[in-house]
């Protein structure tokens, strides 16, 4: 498998197809996978976090999530990369996946009602889907309570939406004890999902300008986006 190095950060060379083949082998590979959707501010938070820059590089695929990972991936190795695999955009074919080979899926985090929606959503489409889910929290003290839910359901595919860095160090922290094939953190994609939070429009997301949408609606978005300038800079620094 073709990889990038994004200022030290791995990024594999996968488009969507390819990155759902590879889960599907992950599941039946067995034992803990944990899948990153890395974007821009996961690189740069990397940089000045050695725990969180550990985690992304145990995991076992690191998928581009965002324009500004492509463009610096295409730099630095994957000339070929069609384009971002987010994690909104990959949990409705993952879903089908689950559906299609019965495997087991939960969903974890979000405010209460959020994940439960999204799971009623999810059955709607494919009412053989064996979908669980839990608000739960990255706090510890919620740590056995979660365990207990996902162990009963007998997950195999487990979405943690806490948010990074918290969804991919809580995996970590819990992976001898989760019991599942493949972790994946996926942030607000929950929301996006079930309408809380409207996307951008598809001609904006084609060209790249899906970030600038969520500024719009959500100004306090710009203390996390002002690390990409400096990020634009270090990436066109580090050359070809």
Not at 81 to 101: E, F, H, Q
């Amino acid at each position: 498998m073709t990889q990038a190095r994004v200022l030290g950060v791995r990024v594999d060379c996968l488009d969507m197809p390819a990155a759902l083949d590879r889960i599907d082998g992950l599941v039946q590979e067995g034992g803990l996978h944990l899948v990153a959707t890395v974007n821009p501010e996961f690189i740069m938070k990397a940089r000045s976090d050695g725990e969180f820059a550990r985690v992304l590089e145990s995991a076992d695929l690191c998928l581009p999530d965002g324009t500004g990972v492509v463009w610096a991936a295409r730099r630095q190795g994957c000339p070929m990369m069609s384009g971002p695999v987010t994690g909104v955009d990959l949990i409705p074919p993952l879903a089908a996946l689950c559906a299609r080979r019965g495997y087991r899926l939960f969903l974890l985090g979000a405010p209460p009602g959020v994940a439960a929606e999204l799971a009623s959503r999810l059955r709607a489409r494919h009412p053989h889907l064996e979908v669980a889910s839990h608000p739960g929290s990255s706090d510890p003290s919620s740590d056995e309570e979660t365990l207990s839910l996902i162990r009963a359901h007998r997950t195999q595919v487990l979405l943690v939406a806490f948010g990074a860095p918290k969804q991919e160090l809580w995996i970590d922290r819990l992976k001898g004890r989760l019991g599942v094939a493949v972790g994946i953190g996926v942030g607000g994609a929950y929301d996006y999902l079930t309408g809380r939070v409207p996307r951008a429009p598809v001609w904006m997301r084609r060209a790249g300008l899906e970030w600038l949408h969520r500024l719009i609606r959500q100004p306090w978005r710009i203390r996390r986006m002002a690390v990409l300038p400096v990020y634009a800079i270090k990436v066109l620094g580090a050359g070809k």
